[in-house]
């Protein structure tokens, strides 16, 4: 990991989706240094994508993403994750069903769990009023990248299937 960079970790439905939103919300010097998708949350060590997907090792498809704290903060990585799905339907995205699809927030510090609650309070209270957010706020476990098919998957597929859910809504600022 670069130095001075960190980690921000968010699980928010098929992670295909996700990452492509990320990296291309954040990259090109807008703060992205990498992102890969993989396995957290779960007690199955090395999991395969058929073995989350069957909902069985309480992993959920997520993003790792390593960041540049000085380009762009942990807050507006996670308002930005409160904008691209829906953080209400629990254990779903679209048609997406299972616990591997939840939405979830594994924070690496104090700090991050901290901003994790407050944006996740904000979020709630201005843009997610009519339906509670269900979104886990969770210590980052172990990671597990997923297959190497599965890293930027919509790069390389372009078409390939996207989650009807993921997409930016169009929220003013988070005020404080």
Known sequence: MP????LATVAAGCFWGVEHLYRKTFGAGKGLIDAKVGYIGGDTKSPSYRSVCSGQTGHAESLQITFDPSTVSYGQLLEFFYKMHDPTTKDRQGGDAGTQYRSAVFFHSPEQEQTAKQVT????????????????????????????????????????????????????????
């Open 121 to 176: 309070e904000k979020a709630q209270q201005q843009w997610w009023k009519g339906n509670k957010i269900t979104t886990q706020i969770l210590p980052a476990g172990e990671w597990y990248d997923a297959e190497k098919y599965h890293q930027l998957y919509l790069d390389k597929n372009p078409g390939g299937y996207e989650c009807p859910a993921h997409y930016v809504r169009n929220f003013p600022p988070l005020s404080d």
């Open 3 to 6: 130095e001075g960079s960190q």
